[in-house]
């Protein structure tokens, strides 16, 4: 079955503790990304990765990080995670730049 | 920039009425436009998208939307709403040239609400 894996779905964590919320598609899909979901806001892209080792900032990529050393992969990395990043995020592929995009089931992260 | 508006964080209708939910957009180059819908603690789902091809979109769940460049609109109707219609939709556009290339631009979702 075509999916977008990430992982944990829940996370409650401490000011300052680094984390890694996973990522992983089995579709073989070029262009990956992360949003996060804030309500009233919508989905803003925090990173994207146009293939293996290319990544490049969306539009709030303060306090994140990624890597893409696998097609599959994508790890978004929070190296000291504040309050204000909690939220839900959400993983995404698609085989191209024009091409829909494959959304995970989300991670639901509180720092406190 | 790119940018995504949809009207009415808030939508309410019968079941059998109409559901009506609206999206305008900017772009300076001809885009490609998504709606996508969330239900509870799920990720998000594609109903269609309209990719220069035909200007009425049909999607799943009997979901449709037309492209009007000239309104810059990508509204989304269905004639009859069923309960399980009860979700959060969105709008998002897709940078077909330009900077930021490929990414998806969202609105801030509209709440449909189903009421019997």
């Known amino acids: 079955e075509a999916q977008v894996t990430q992982n944990p779905r829940y996370l409650i964590t401490v000011t300052g503790k680094k984390l890694t919320v996973t990522c992983s598609q089995n579709?073989?899909?070029?262009?990956m990304s992360w949003y996060r979901q804030d309500p009233g806001l919508g989905l803003r892209q925090i990173y994207y990765s146009m293939n293996v080792e290319v990544t490049d900032k969306g539009d709030v990529p303060e306090g994140y990080k990624v890597s893409r050393k696998e097609k599959r992969n994508f790890p978004l990395i929070l190296e000291s995670p504040s309050p204000n990043q909690t939220s839900l995020y959400f993983c995404?592929?698609?085989?191209?730049?024009?091409?829909?995009?494959?959304f995970g089931q989300g991670t639901r992260l509180t720092v406190v | 920039a790119q940018s995504v508006t949809q009207l009415g964080s808030h939508v309410s209708v019968s079941e059998g009425a109409l559901v009506l939910l609206r999206c305008n957009y900017s772009?300076?180059?001809?885009?490609?436009l998504f709606w996508y819908v969330q239900y509870p603690n799920q990720g998000l789902q594609l109903l269609l998208k309209y990719t220069s091809a035909a200007t009425l979109v049909k999607g799943i769940n009997g979901f449709e939307a037309e492209f009007k460049k000239s309104e810059t609109s990508f509204h989304l109707t269905k004639p009859s709403a069923h309960m399980s219609d009860a979700a959060e939709y969105f709008c998002?556009?897709?940078?077909?040239?330009?900077?930021?290339?490929?990414?998806?631009?969202f609105g801030q979702g509209t709440i449909l609400t189903v009421h019997p």
């Open positions: 772009s300076s180059v001809p885009p490609y």
């Open positions: 579709m073989n899909h070029e262009y």
């Open positions: 995404a592929s698609s085989f191209d730049t024009n091409t829909e995009a494959f």
């Open positions: 998002a556009v897709r940078n077909a040239g330009g900077t930021s290339y490929g990414k998806l631009t």
